[in-house]
């Protein structure tokens, strides 16, 4: 049987083919990374030092024209322990959409894939024993009706695939949704939205004699506005999940995100929503655009659970100042798994030129967890500084620190850690 390793590469593959009919943007890079730490495995017990090697390899395409378009950003990184606290280990991540205008105006087929690493568990150390493949697929079809001059309804059928590699949560599902949009004027539409979803995992495993499986109902009312420099969308509605055995869950269900562009170069986003969902759709949502939240704040299951956030982001892109800050609140309650938690976050980001060869790069992020099930709380930092100085327009060499740890009122997940590292980077193409 083909991995998913393997499957994911050969849908960026053909992402690339489809889009060499018309002219589009493609780059590689390639590296390699020498890190010391003086605590490989983020245990306060036993702390080894270890110094780990790192080669990496990145390609990125893109396709804007035609009536194919997408984008594609994959990466494989090897990372051998010389002192062999962990085995060697590759990690391959992917990130692609595709959308093909089969009838324009009419019939558009989209294409989502996600390949990429997850914590098995949240709440412990990241370290290569805590850590497993996860992959998100998603292939969906828009069938557009001009009903009117300013009604429009499309139908859009599903069908979504998730792999974890460790864990026991596959699963797959099926969608149909419609959309009825009515244009209210040049700034502002409404919507009426329905969507029917049944998920089926590969093992129904049973918590609580309740199953996994389980069938998604949503009705919801919406609204978009564009402003010059602003959007606004909204959604309010009601969602009602059925499961083959046990107890269900209902409730209203909506969001609202705001996006406004201060200037050409930089945006604020806020999201707030309450959704009723499962781990999958977070982790599919979040990877596509992860303004909506981070995954690495949501424990993967195969329960149903009530997701409540809150996130603003600010990016800013200049021609020589780049930041980025964030702050994440949010609030995950499961239908009857124990791993309802409370997760406040923030955390920023700057690169600054210092001469005209090298630039300063400095982030840090904190992270507070409540586990109200044991309960517990865990405080988590990181703090990451970089030197990056161009040695030719293409070849770039690195240098940095990075302080990281955890206080926890559990023993055992407490941890601190220094690492100290050095690369060099290829940038190919033009």
């Given amino acids: 049987m083909i991995s998913y390793k393997v499957k994911s590469v050969l849908l960026v593959l053909a992402v690339c083919v489809s889009s060499s009919a018309h002219a589009f943007r493609a780059g590689a890079t390639a590296g390699v990374n020498l890190e010391y730490t003086d605590n490989a495995a983020l245990d306060n017990t036993a702390e080894v030092d270890d110094v780990i090697a790192t080669a990496s390899l990145g390609v990125s395409i893109s396709e804007e024209n035609g009536p194919v378009t997408g984008n594609a950003d994959a990466s494989v990184r090897w990372l051998d322990y010389l002192d062999n606290t962990f085995n060697e280990e590759t990690y391959l991540r992917i990130g692609a959409d595709a959308a093909w205008e089969q009838i324009r105006n009419r019939l558009i087929w989209r294409l989502d894939e996600q390949f990429s690493q997850r914590s098995l568990n949240t709440l412990a150390a990241d370290t290569p024993s805590n850590t497993e493949d996860a992959n998100a697929f998603r292939l969906s079809a828009d069938a557009i009706f001009q009903l ?90 009601f969602t009602d999940v059925q499961r083959d055995m046990g107890a269900g869950l209902d409730g209203v269900t909506g969001s609202l995100t705001w996006v406004h562009n201060f200037t050409a170069r930089s945006t604020i986003t806020a999201h707030v929503s309450s959704d009723i969902t499962d781990s999958s759709n977070t982790f599919l949502s979040s990877s596509i655009n992860p303004d909506t939240g981070s995954i690495d704040n949501v424990q993967s299951s195969g329960d149903v659970l009530r997701d409540n956030k809150l996130r603003i982001t600010y990016q800013r892109e200049g021609a020589r100042v780049g930041a980025s800050a964030w702050t994440e609140l949010r609030d995950l309650n499961y239908s009857t798994a124990a791993l309802d938690r409370e997760v406040q976050e923030v955390g920023a980001r700057i690169s600054y030129p210092l001469t005209a060869l090298v630039t300063g790069i400095i982030g840090g992020s904190y992270t507070r967890t409540k586990d109200l099930v044991t309960p517990s709380t865990d405080k988590k930092f990181i703090v990451d500084g970089r030197l990056d100085y161009r040695l030719s327009r293409k070849l770039t060499a690195n240098a940095g620190l990075r302080v990281r740890g955890k206080d926890s009122s559990v023993v055992n997940r407490e941890y601190d850690e220094l690492s100290i590292y050095a690369g060099v980077g290829y940038r190919f193409g033009n």
Wanted: net charge negative.
């Fill in 148 to 237: 009117a001059d300013r009604h429009t309804l499309t139908i859009s059928p599903s069908f979504s695939d998730f792999y974890y590699e460790t864990s026991n949560n596959d699963n797959q599902q099926l969608g149909m949704a419609a959309v009825w949009a009515y244009l209210l004027n040049q700034t502002t539409s409404l919507s009426l939205n329905g969507q029917f979803t049944d998920v089926d995992y590969d093992s129904d495993t049973l918590i609580a004699n309740t199953s996994s499986d389980y069938e998604r109902t949503n009705i919801s009312l919406g609204m978009a506005v564009n402003r010059l420099r602003s959007r606004y969308d909204a959604t309010i509605g």
